[in-house]
């Protein structure tokens, strides 16, 4: 039984990074590709509303993601990096919780308290809408948005070298002339 669980435990934790963090093909990123990012309502955790037009002028990297979610939570760090380094360039990392119930506004805010997350984060509005928008299948999913608010990719679930990739097409988009 002892020798049982430690492999009970990698395939528990092999699960739910599987569960949550479920690859897009190359159809699904192309059929993202263009599209306007449309507006909707999602609520600040100071329980103010906004929406995704209050960013338009700026290169959005567009985050969905859970409490519950470990790449989620694994993602953070770069996001952070990457926010750092770009928000002073006309950049912004708008990140989108799709934690549900009456304790989402709580768990969303501890989550980002203990991981001081310092970009702006939202909670989807209890009725998923912004993740059926933008056809959310897993999480962690982040989408690259122009000045204009024009979707020009998508990335789905964790890659070695995904944050490397999101910064060289951030990078591109902030050199092109207003």
Not at 90 to 111: L, N, Q, W
């Amino acid at each position: 039984m002892r020798k049982l669980l430690p492999l009970l435990f990698f395939i528990a934790v092999a699960l739910q990074i599987t569960a949550c963090s479920q690859k897009g093909n190359e159809a699904d990123k192309t059929q993202q590709s263009g599209r306007s990012s449309s507006s909707f309502t999602l609520v600040g955790l100071d329980g103010k509303n906004t929406n995704l037009d209050e960013f338009k002028g700026k290169v959005v990297l567009l985050e969905f993601f859970a409490t519950w979610c470990y790449p989620c939570e694994i993602a953070v760090a770069d996001l952070q990096r990457i926010y750092n380094k770009y928000k002073d360039k006309g950049f912004t990392v708008v990140a989108i919780s799709e934690d549900e119930g009456s304790g989402a506004a709580v768990a969303v805010k501890k989550f980002v308290n203990n991981l001081r997350i310092s970009y702006p984060v939202f909670i989807d509005d209890g009725k998923g809408s912004a993740a059926r928008h933008y056809g959310i299948f897993g999480l962690p999913t982040s989408f690259i948005i122009d000045r204009d608010g024009r979707v020009v990719a998508k990335h789905s679930g964790l890659s070695p070298d995904m944050m490397n990739e999101m910064s060289r097409e951030i990078e591109t988009l902030l050199k092109k002339p207003l």
